[in-house]
């Protein structure tokens, strides 16, 4: 069971702010960008449409380039792919842990993209506005699909989800045309609005009895338009998917009782759990209000959840004026 020591919670959404900073140059007349030996950040300007290929000189210790496509030098995740380039398939290399923020966004032209099995996590709007995405096959590696990662991939109607993915984030999947969707049993938390309920949406399988949802779940009826009437939520009885269907307004159909499964997010007594995004981890109440600047005692450890959420890992921070340090799990090991 986890029990929360809570310094301060603050009212904050599960959306992250996503900085980039500018590098110097610009895209050449061939449509390339080169990343200098000494940059350390990438550049906005990776997702003009002008863009063909993306360069690295010699020397950079955080990049590579490989067919003209970014990556971190030690090719574990895939920072951008050029928005301009006309081909319409692209194979993500082997050993490819995560797709990065916005790594594919606006690629129009791509129709399809095949993903390894070493892939982990989708990250914060990977494929966001690639209007002309049909098909996409998850390995079973994939452990996190981030916030608005699909958003308006206005043609990718069927989704197959993994059996070992255990987050999907706010808006994930908003304005696909999806009609039906299965969520594993493996999936621990669903953000807000990450379905088009009630728009094209026919039905839901919620495998999870203890899944968690976002607090907001936008109708096509509450935008102006007609929802859609035929719309089902299939999940156990007395799980979260019945109570989802019954705040929603949505027909429930169960599937019986619910199996002997283990919760993979159990709750404390004040009803919060944990939630993995985009590879970082947060703590949210029973309201799914996320926990902030804020120490979390679970299990016998204790945790530091950071002014934006998330729990820090690996590393040292600056607590009430004193140096504490973390491990990889992000228990705090001393001052």
């Avoid at 996503?18 to 940059?39: H, K």
């Avoid at 490819?96 to 993903?115: D, H, P, R």
């Avoid at 820090?312 to 504490?324: L, M, Q, V």
Wanted: some cysteine.
């Amino acid at each position: 069971m986890k029990k929360a020591v809570v310094c301060l919670l603050l009212v904050v959404s599960l959306s992250l702010t996503l900085c980039i900073p500018a590098l110097a140059g610009s895209v050449g007349p061939d449509g390339s960008y080169t990343v200098s030996a000494t940059a350390t950040t990438i550049t906005d300007m990776l997702h003009l449409s002008s863009l063909k290929n993306i360069y690295v000189e010699d020397g950079n210790s955080e990049f590579v380039s490989v067919d003209g496509v970014l990556f971190s030098a030690d090719m574990s995740i895939l920072y951008a792919y050029p928005t301009g380039r006309e081909d319409t398939s692209y194979s993500v290399p082997d050993g490819v842990k995560k797709i990065g923020t916005a790594a594919f966004k606006q690629c129009k032209k791509l129709k399809s993209v095949e993903l390894p099995e070493s892939l982990e996590i989708i990250g914060k709007q990977a494929f966001f506005g690639c209007e002309n995405l049909e098909s996409i096959t998850y390995p079973d590696s994939l452990r996190s699909i981030g916030e608005s990662a699909f958003q308006l991939c206005s043609i990718l109607a069927h989704i197959e989800l993994p059996e070992k993915l255990t987050a999907i984030g706010d808006a994930a999947y908003k304005y696909c045309p999806i009609e039906d969707v299965t969520i594993p049993v493996s999936v621990v938390f669903v953000g807000e609005e990450s379905f088009n309920y009630g728009l094209w949406m026919n039905s839901i399988t919620i495998l999870n009895p203890h899944c968690h949802f976002g607090a907001r779940f936008e109708r096509f009826d509450e935008m102006g338009g007609t929802g859609n009437s035929t719309e089902i939520i299939y999940g156990y009885a007395g799980s979260t998917a019945e109570a989802l269907a019954t705040e929603f307004g949505a027909t429930f159909e169960s599937l019986g009782e619910a199996p002997e499964i283990p919760d993979p997010a159990p709750l404390d007594p004040t009803g919060g759990h944990w939630a993995l995004m985009n590879g970082d981890w947060y703590y949210l109440d029973a309201n799914g209000t996320m926990l902030t600047h804020s120490w979390l005692e679970d299990g016998g450890k204790t945790y530091w959840l950071k002014e934006d959420g998330i729990m820090i890992a690996d590393g040292a921070a600056i607590i009430d004026g004193e140096y504490c340090w973390f491990d990889a799990s992000g228990a705090w090991i001393g001052n």
